[in-house]
T-cell receptor, first 113, second 109 residues
Framework: SQQGEEDPQALSIQEGENATMNCSYK?????LQWYRQNSGRGLVHLIL?????REKHSGRLRVTLDTSKKSSSLLITASRAADTASYFC?????????????FGKGTKLSVIP | ETGVTQSPTHLIKTRGQQVTLRCSSQ?????VSWYQQALGQGPQFIFQ???????GRGNFPPRFSGLQFPNYSSELNVNALELDDSALYLC????????FGPGTRLLVL
């Protein structure tokens, strides 16, 4: 079953603009991660934020986490055409016994040159 | 490049057949996970192997089975293929942060 739900499902922006994607989840988590997938190929890990963190930065990426609302957002600043991809949030649930990632359905981002 | 490789890249099978997919994990990683990704969906966890033992399983029937070898490479076996098994199969090495291979695209006719 899907733990996370990304919003919007699709997003189209001009190069240079910022892109914001949101993720909501249902149960308590150990951490939340964002991954990128180009054209149905392998996923690339972008950033991990732990349940006791509120904000994290990595280059042009900024992730926030609100555990009271069970939600996270991914902001990509100054977008480039190469950022065109699907973005997934994934959660790790405490006590699952394994590092099982539970993914949402993703947000498809198109950056128009 | 994650250092995780998968073979084959594409595969076509017919209903009822069996398939074996292979994965070589990133050097030093003793944990391998397999995911199934249907078109337009997020990846779904199939199972995870840690030091050659199954260490967690998702909601998949027993006809999905796996192995992990002493060098930490892994196989996913699917018996009695069904049309709904058509998907991208992803292997990932690592534990908390997972490094994904490029996937094997399986089409069942």
């Amino acid at each position: 079953s899907q733990q996370g739900e990304e919003d919007p499902q699709a997003l189209s922006i001009q190069e240079g603009e910022n892109a914001t994607m949101n993720c909501s989840y249902k149960t308590s988590i150990n951490n939340l991660q964002w991954y990128r997938q180009n054209s149905g190929r392998g996923l690339v890990h972008l950033i991990l934020i732990r349940s006791n963190e509120r904000e994290k930065h990595s280059g042009r990426l900024r992730v926030t986490l609100d555990t009271s609302k069970k939600s996270s957002s991914l902001l990509i600043t100054a977008s480039r055409a190469a950022d065109t991809a699907s973005y997934f949030c994934a959660t790790v649930i405490p006590g699952a016994g394994s590092y099982q990632l539970t993914f949402g359905k993703g947000t498809k981002l198109s950056v128009i040159p | 490049e994650t250092g995780v490789t998968q073979s084959p890249t594409h595969l076509i099978k017919t209903r009822g057949q069996q398939v074996t997919l292979r994965c070589s994990s990133q050097s030093g990683h003793n944990t391998v996970s397999w995911y199934q990704q249907a078109l337009g969906q997020g990846p779904q966890f199939i199972f995870q192997y840690y030091r050659e033992e199954e260490n967690g399983r998702g909601n998949f029937p027993p006809r999905f089975s796996g192995l992990q070898f002493p060098n930490y490479s892994s196989e996913l076996n699917v018996n009695a293929l069904e049309l709904d098994d058509s998907a991208l199969y992803l292997c990932a090495s690592g534990r908390e942060t997972q490094y994904f291979g490029p996937g094997t695209r399986l089409l069942v006719l």
